[in-house]
């Protein structure tokens, strides 16, 4: 099993940016399709985006082509999302998750979580 640990929320204006990053340990993270998944309050966890483990298929929900941007760093254990022209509408509990094997948009398909990180974006 991997451990992840997400970082990098906090409080942003409209427009603004931050990047998230998810350190994980305890497992080979070149093996793991990579997700980012966010939760609002009273609402389901949501899929954002995914990078399968060469990096190379990505794939966003609608909601935030064009302005959140997944990558990853196999040499640093780390994925990371980059989020700009942030909108109060993202404000949520954001969470990476892994599994092996191919990417998926599915919450359920995920058995690795991080802890989450808040972000919170002010109108």
């Known amino acids: 099993q991997v451990q992840l640990v997400e970082s990098g929320g906090g409080v942003v204006q409209a427009g603004g940016s931050l990047r998230l990053s998810c350190a994980a340990s305890?497992?080979?993270?070149?093996?793991?399709?990579m997700g980012w998944f966010r939760q609002a309050p009273g609402k389901e966890r949501e899929f954002v985006a995914h990078?399968?483990?060469?990096?190379?298929?990505?794939n966003y929900a609608d909601s935030v082509k064009g302005r959140f941007t997944i990558s990853r760093d196999n040499a640093q254990n780390t994925v990371y999302l980059q989020m700009n022209s942030l909108k109060p509408e993202d404000t949520a509990v954001y969470y990476c998750?892994?599994?092996?094997?191919?990417?998926?948009?599915?919450?359920?398909?995920?058995?690795?979580w991080g802890q989450g990180t808040q972000v919170t974006v002010s109108s």
């Open positions: 998750a892994a599994r092996q094997g191919l990417v998926s948009i599915r919450v359920s398909s995920y058995d690795n």
């Open positions: 305890g497992g080979t993270f070149s093996r793991y399709a």
């Open positions: 990078i399968n483990r060469a990096g190379i298929l990505i």
